[in-house]
C-alpha cells in the first residue's frame, strides 16, 4: 500500500454532497479497519498497565517509611505524571473508534489535550529532577546536598516541574484556540496547523533537549565518578582504607529536617560499603528507567519531524505513551527497596514490609488484637 503524501489537508477532504460541508478521511480510512481495533486495543492495555502498576507506587510509599526519602519524591511526583497519562488512554482510544469526530463535549476535548501536553513535559522534567538528584547525591559532599534538598526546596523542584508546561505550554494556547480535536488523526491534541503551533512545540522541544543534556551529564559524572573510586578502593590493600570509600548521604537523614543521629555517625565506618552498593543498584535502576523513557520517546520524536503522515507516526506514538506504564515495572524488577515492598504486597505478606508506616503499625496491632481476643473467648471467627 503507498504511503500517504505530507500532511496537505486539501488532499484528504470529502465533498458531501447533502449537506455541502467536508470532511477530513483519518489515517484509518486509509489504512484500513484492523489498525482501529490494534490502536484502540493497546490504549487500553497501556491504560489498564499504567494505572494498576502506578497505583502499586502510591501504595507502597503508603505502608514503608523505607520509601520517604528525596529521590522517592520525585519518583512518585513521576507516577503521577504516568497515572494522569493513563487515565486519558481510554477516551484516546474512544475517539479512534468513533467515525463521526469526537463524541463527547468539546471542552472536554480540550481538556484532554491540556492533560497530555502537561503530563508529558512533566515527565520529563521529573527524570531530570531525577538524574541530577543521583548526581548531587552520589558525587558531591554529604554537606551540599543536605543544603541543595530541603523539604521547601524539594516542594519548589516538583512545584516546576508542573508549573513549566502549564505556563509556557497550555495557557497560552487557551486564549489562541491551538487545543482541540484532530480528524486525520483521530486524537485530542494541539492544533499543528495553528500559525503558531510551531512556537509552542518549539518551546516544547527546546525543553526535551536541555533535559536530555543534562540526564546525560548526570549519569555520565556518576558513572566516572564510581569508576574512578572503585579503581581507588581496588589499589589499596583489601580495599578497606576507609579514605577510598565512596561516601553517600543516606537518604532518610534529608527528611528529618537534616539531622542525623549520632548512632549514624558512629558507625558511618561499618556502614560505607553497604550504602554505596544499595544506592548505587537505586541509581542503575532510575538509570533503566531513562533509558527506557528514551527507547519509547525518540523513535516518535525522530519521526515527527519528517512530515510523512501515515500510520507509522500512529504506532510510533503509541511506543511514545507506553513508557507510562513501563517504570513501575522496572521498580518491581530491579529497585532495591520497592522490588521488597512489591513483593509483599503480591504475597500479602505485609507483616514483612521493611520500616512500615504508622498505619501499617495500627492495623497489625488492631488484626492482633482481635486474633487475641478471639482465642480467649471465641467470640470472633
Same mark, same amino acid.
Given at each position: 500500500?503507498?504511503?500517504?503524501?505530507?500532511?496537505?489537508?486539501?488532499?484528504?477532504?470529502?465533498?458531501?454532497?447533502?449537506?455541502?460541508?467536508?470532511?477530513?478521511? =483519518?489515517?484509518?480510512?486509509?489504512?484500513?479497519?484492523?489498525?482501529?481495533?490494534?490502536?484502540?486495543?493497546?490504549?487500553?492495555?497501556?491504560?489498564?498497565?499504567? %494505572?494498576?502498576?502506578?497505583?502499586?507506587?502510591?501504595?507502597?510509599?503508603?505502608?514503608?517509611?523505607?520509601?520517604?526519602?528525596?529521590? $522517592?519524591?520525585?519518583?512518585? $511526583?513521576?507516577?503521577?505524571?504516568?497515572?494522569?497519562?493513563?487515565?486519558?488512554?481510554?477516551?484516546?482510544?474512544?475517539?479512534?473508534?468513533?467515525?463521526?469526530?469526537?463524541?463527547?463535549?468539546?471542552?472536554?476535548? =480540550?481538556?484532554?489535550?491540556?492533560?497530555?501536553?502537561?503530563?508529558?513535559?512533566?515527565?520529563?522534567?521529573?527524570?531530570?529532577?531525577?538524574?541530577? $538528584?543521583?548526581?548531587?547525591?552520589?558525587?558531591?559532599?554529604?554537606?551540599?546536598?543536605?543544603?541543595?534538598?530541603?523539604?521547601?526546596?524539594?516542594?519548589?523542584?516538583?512545584?516546576?516541574?508542573?508549573l513549566f508546561p502549564f505556563l509556557f505550554l497550555l495557557v497560552p494556547q487557551f486564549f489562541l484556540s491551538g487545543?482541540? /480535536?484532530?480528524?486525520?488523526?483521530?486524537?485530542?491534541?494541539?492544533?499543528?496547523?495553528?500559525?503558531?503551533?510551531?512556537?509552542?512545540?518549539?518551546?516544547?522541544a527546546l525543553a526535551f533537549i536541555i533535559s536530555t543534556i543534562l540526564i546525560i551529564f548526570s549519569y555520565v559524572?556518576?558513572?566516572?565518578?564510581?569508576?574512578?573510586?572503585?579503581?581507588?578502593?581496588?589499589?589499596?590493600?583489601?580495599?578497606n582504607d576507609p579514605a577510598a570509600s565512596v561516601e553517600i548521604v543516606e537518604e532518610e537523614s534529608a527528611l528529618?529536617?537534616?539531622?542525623?543521629?549520632?548512632?549514624?555517625?558512629?558507625?558511618?565506618?561499618?556502614?560505607?560499603?553497604?550504602?554505596?552498593?544499595?544506592?548505587?543498584?537505586?541509581?542503575?535502576? %532510575?538509570? %533503566?528507567?531513562?533509558? =527506557?523513557?528514551?527507547?519509547?520517546?525518540?523513535?516518535?520524536?525522530?519521526?515527527?519531524?519528517?512530515?510523512? /503522515?501515515?500510520?507509522?507516526?500512529? /504506532? %510510533?506514538?503509541?511506543?511514545?505513551?507506553?513508557?507510562?506504564?513501563?517504570?513501575?515495572?522496572? /521498580?518491581?524488577?530491579?529497585?532495591?527497596?520497592?522490588?521488597?515492598?512489591?513483593?509483599?504486597?503480591?504475597?500479602?505478606?505485609?507483616?514483612?514490609?521493611?520500616?512500615?508506616?504508622?498505619?501499617?503499625?495500627?492495623?497489625?496491632?488492631?488484626?492482633?488484637?482481635?486474633?487475641?481476643?478471639?482465642?480467649?473467648?471465641?467470640?470472633?471467627?
Amino acid at each position: 500500500m503507498e504511503t500517504t503524501p505530507e500532511l496537505d489537508y486539501s488532499l484528504l477532504m470529502d465533498d458531501l454532497p447533502e449537506n455541502g460541508t467536508q470532511r477530513v478521511i =483519518s489515517v484509518y480510512e486509509l489504512y484500513g479497519y484492523f489498525n482501529v481495533v490494534i490502536v484502540s486495543t493497546i490504549f487500553c492495555v497501556i491504560a489498564f498497565l499504567g %494505572l494498576t502498576g502506578n497505583t502499586m507506587v502510591f501504595i507502597a510509599v503508603g505502608l514503608s517509611r523505607k520509601l520517604h526519602n528525596i529521590t $522517592n519524591a520525585f519518583i512518585v $511526583n513521576l507516577s503521577i505524571c504516568d497515572f494522569l497519562s493513563c487515565t486519558i488512554l481510554p477516551f484516546h482510544a474512544v475517539a479512534v473508534i468513533a467515525e463521526d469526530g469526537w463524541p463527547l463535549a468539546d471542552w472536554f476535548c =480540550s481538556f484532554i489535550a491540556s492533560l497530555s501536553i502537561i503530563t508529558q513535559t512533566s515527565g520529563i522534567l521529573n527524570l531530570t529532577m531525577i538524574s541530577l $538528584n543521583r548526581y548531587v547525591l552520589i558525587t558531591k559532599p554529604r554537606k551540599l546536598y543536605m543544603r541543595v534538598y530541603t523539604h521547601k526546596k524539594v516542594a519548589w523542584m516538583i512545584a516546576f516541574t508542573w508549573l513549566f508546561p502549564f505556563l509556557f505550554l497550555l495557557v497560552p494556547q487557551f486564549f489562541l484556540s491551538g487545543l482541540g /480535536y484532530q480528524d486525520f488523526f483521530r486524537i485530542c491534541i494541539w492544533n499543528s496547523r495553528h500559525k503558531l503551533a510551531l512556537v509552542f512545540q518549539g518551546i516544547g522541544a527546546l525543553a526535551f533537549i536541555i533535559s536530555t543534556i543534562l540526564i546525560i551529564f548526570s549519569y555520565v559524572s556518576i558513572y566516572r565518578f564510581i569508576r574512578r573510586h572503585m579503581r581507588m578502593m581496588a589499589n589499596k590493600e583489601g580495599g578497606n582504607d576507609p579514605a577510598a570509600s565512596v561516601e553517600i548521604v543516606e537518604e532518610e537523614s534529608a527528611l528529618n529536617d537534616n539531622k542525623i543521629g549520632t548512632s549514624t555517625k558512629s558507625h558511618r565506618s561499618t556502614k560505607k560499603k553497604t550504602i554505596s552498593r544499595k544506592q548505587i543498584e537505586i541509581t542503575k535502576n %532510575l538509570c %533503566l528507567v531513562v533509558v =527506557s523513557f528514551f527507547i519509547c520517546v525518540l523513535p516518535y520524536t525522530i519521526h515527527l519531524p519528517t512530515g510523512i /503522515y501515515d500510520m507509522r507516526g500512529t /504506532y %510510533l506514538a503509541l511506543l511514545f505513551m507506553s513508557h507510562a506504564c513501563i517504570n513501575p515495572i522496572l /521498580y518491581a524488577a530491579k529497585h532495591p527497596h520497592f522490588k521488597v515492598i512489591f513483593s509483599c504486597m503480591f504475597r500479602c505478606k505485609y507483616s514483612e514490609i521493611p520500616m512500615p508506616t504508622m498505619g501499617v503499625k495500627k492495623l497489625f496491632r488492631r488484626a492482633t488484637s482481635a486474633s487475641t481476643y478471639s482465642s480467649t473467648d471465641g467470640r470472633y471467627a
